[in-house]
């Protein structure tokens, strides 16, 4: 398996500003995987992080809002601007682990964002 | 896209009971995952399962790929299983590779 870390783990964040999520991963991945989770609900994807191209959006997330940066290989981030009450959630990235099962996926501990 | 239905949505048992989770699946799938999240929100992987039957101590499941549904069985519970369990479907072609798509879970609870 993959072993993922995330900073920050939890946050409290005023409404209007914004916070940047880091992701890091202990070997090279191609892709990496940002997903939301609202209180009370599932986990959506909203985008894939490719390394040396722009990350592509889930229908409903747009750049502008989330933008992400991929670096390098082990290494992905993930801003939520000009935040609203509505962003807080955990926000986890996932990337496929070193199993026989090349697509099999494991993810980060998550960050909880709140939103005042 | 690809449609995922968990049922039952919540279950509570006894210590010592067992129990089995759905998950149905409206399209074909090269990737099947059960997970269990903690109460911290860490995601545990279970099962990587896109067909056929696996088995990790108390823990079992079965997808039948044929028929699009995937079953987790939980025996023996224990008040540590509680907590919300996903199923998470990856849908068959090449621009859907790595991309889950996640049941509305099954919030199981154990009590003493």
Known sequence: SAVISQKPSRDICQRGTSLTIQCQVDSQVTM??????????SLTLIATAN?????????????DKFP????????STLTVSNMSPE??????????????????????????LTVL | ????????????????????????????VNNLQWFHQNPWGQLINLFYIPSGTKQNGRLSATTVATE??????????QTTDSGVYFCAVERSG?????????????????HP
Request: hydrophobic share 30%; with cysteine; net charge negative.
């Open chain 1, 32 to 41: 990496m995987f940002w997903y939301r989770q609202q209180p009370g609900q």
């Open chain 1, 51 to 63: 390394q040396g191209s722009e990350a592509t959006y889930e229908s409903g997330f747009v750049i």
């Open chain 1, 68 to 75: 992400i940066s991929r670096p390098n290989l082990t290494f």
């Open chain 1, 87 to 112: 962003d807080s959630s955990i926000y986890l990235c996932s990337v496929e682990g070193r199993t026989s099962a090349y697509n099999e996926q494991f993810f980060g501990p998550g960050t909880r």
């Open chain 2, 1 to 28: 896209g690809i449609q995922v239905e968990q049922s039952p949505p919540d279950l509570i048992l006894q210590e010592g009971a067992n129990s089995t989770l759905r998950c149905n699946f409206s399209d074909s």
């Open chain 2, 68 to 77: 699009r549904y995937s079953l987790l069985y939980i025996s023996s519970s």
């Open chain 2, 94 to 110: 090449g621009t859907s590779y790595g991309k889950l798509t996640f049941g509305q879970g099954t919030i199981l609870t154990v």
